[in-house]
């Protein structure tokens, strides 16, 4: 006999819209809204049981409380979240300058984090960043942990990913090939004559993915 499948989690149905809210989580949980809340905020009034549904519906829809709830009239945060790797080298400078200088134009402003690359702050920053509900939220790459993508889906903020090229995005896409350009680098050198060739790469899955089309 089989066992009755367990209620899916809310899913976002439009882009930018949708977002898994306290309601979605008390009615998986079996409580009332108010309830869900005291167990988030404080989970030492509510019974181990409830916390523990609570618990458990969170962590199946991916939600978030929202960091801005009762503090702001409007909707509209005018801000725009960005995660990069590093703001060190050069590399990212022009995307975050392009960002900065094109958001301001909007009446928007650039919230920015650096997950870095190796042991990525990714997840940790976008629980922080979707806590504060930016209008939108640009991200550098298309591997993210599972946790991450559930919440990012849950959310409902439109999500840019940049800087690489899948058929499965997010939402909206603007990147490029590292395969490609890794294929175009070794092309370019052997029309110019070159057979003895050695590499200098990153560590990171993007330049190990370059890498490997160069060889």
Known sequence: ???????????????????????DVAKLAGVAPITASR?????????????KRVTEAVAKTGYVRNGLAGSLASTRS?????????????VFQ??????????????????????GYVNSREDALLEAIIGRRPDGIVLTG?????????RLMAAGIPVVETWDLTPTPLDMLV????????????????RKGRRHLAVIA???????RRLQAFE
Request: glycine residues 8%.
């Open 1 to 23: 006999m089989s066992q009755p499948s367990a209620a899916p989690a809310p899913r976002r149905t439009r882009r930018g819209s949708g977002a898994v809210t306290l309601h």
């Open 39 to 51: 167990a988030l905020s404080s989970p030492k009034q509510v019974s181990p049981e409830v916390l």
């Open 78 to 90: 005018r801000l725009v979240a960005a995660v990069v790797p590093t703001i060190i080298g050069p």
């Open 94 to 115: 022009n995307s975050i300058e392009a960002l900065t200088t094109a958001l301001a134009e909007q009446g928007y402003q650039l919230m920015l984090g650096q997950s």
């Open 142 to 150: 298309i591997m993210h942990s599972a946790e991450g993508r559930k």
């Open 175 to 190: 990147g490029f090939s590292h395969a490609d350009v890794g294929t175009a680098v070794a092309k370019y050198l052997h």
């Open 202 to 208: 990153g560590d990171d899955e993007r330049a190990d």
